[in-house]
């Protein structure tokens, strides 16, 4: 069964820091790996997605990085805003699907 | 253009009710699943439909089910509700085209089991 970490579980930053959210699975037989942010009580917002082909996306202050073979992703946020205060959550595929496998998430506070 | 559309945002129901969840994907997608949010367990995965046909199931036990229409809008139904089933219950829908398989989350359902 896949396995998915993230690591900090928690992370609290001045404004205007550089980051990075590490996501790591055990099964590397992913078909893609997406990123989500989650505001307190809401449903989850689309970042990133990052085909198992690609090695990485970007939108905006973000990016994202898949390495497959070692079964790790990142997500880079540059400058960080008090409005990137959220809970960050990757999830892999093993299909064409829409079954995820999620992490359990790392709680961002930026503080101004 | 309108994103996923849950239905209703809350519910209270009494231990033993069923209770029928709505999902309204986006205009276009074919394929919902849904997922359980709680806070010992994180988002877990429940079921997918996509084209009115069942494609995944996850491991729940079966007073969890579902179904999808024809206009690809999904419900939920979870029969002799317990306490443990209060969780936050989140849909997403995608396109899943050769190249197009991001996935769009509504705002959930909110279901507290009393």
Not at chain 1, 98 to 108: A, D, H, K
Request: proline share 4%.
């Amino acid at each position: 069964k896949q396995e998915v970490t993230q690591i900090p579980a928690a992370l609290s930053v001045p404004e205007g820091e550089n980051l990075v959210l590490n996501c790591s699975f055990t099964d590397s037989a992913i078909y893609n790996l997406q990123w989500f942010r989650q505001d307190p009580g809401k449903g989850l917002t689309s970042l990133l997605l990052i085909q198992s082909s690609q090695r990485e996306q970007t939108s905006g202050r973000l990016n994202a990085s898949l390495d497959k073979s070692s079964g790790r992703s990142t997500l880079y946020i540059a400058a960080s805003q008090p409005g990137d205060s959220a809970t960050y959550l990757c999830a892999v595929s093993r299909n064409t699907g829409n079954q995820f496998y999620f992490g359990t998430g790392t709680s961002l506070t930026v503080i101004p | 253009k309108a994103g996923v559309t849950q239905t209703p945002r809350y519910l209270i129901k009494t231990r033993g009710q069923q209770v029928t969840l709505s999902c309204s994907p986006i205009s276009g997608h074919r394929s919902v699943s849904w997922y359980q949010q709680t806070p010992g367990q994180g988002l877990q995965f429940l079921f997918e439909y996509f084209s009115e046909t069942q494609r995944n199931k996850g491991n729940f036990p079966g007073r969890f089910s579902g179904r999808q229409f024809s206009n690809s809008r999904s419900e939920m139904n979870v029969s002799t509700l317990e306490l443990g089933d209060s969780a936050l219950y989140l849909c997403a829908s995608s396109m899943l085209g050769p190249m197009n398989t991001e996935a769009f989350f509504g705002q959930g359902t909110r279901l507290t089991v009393v």
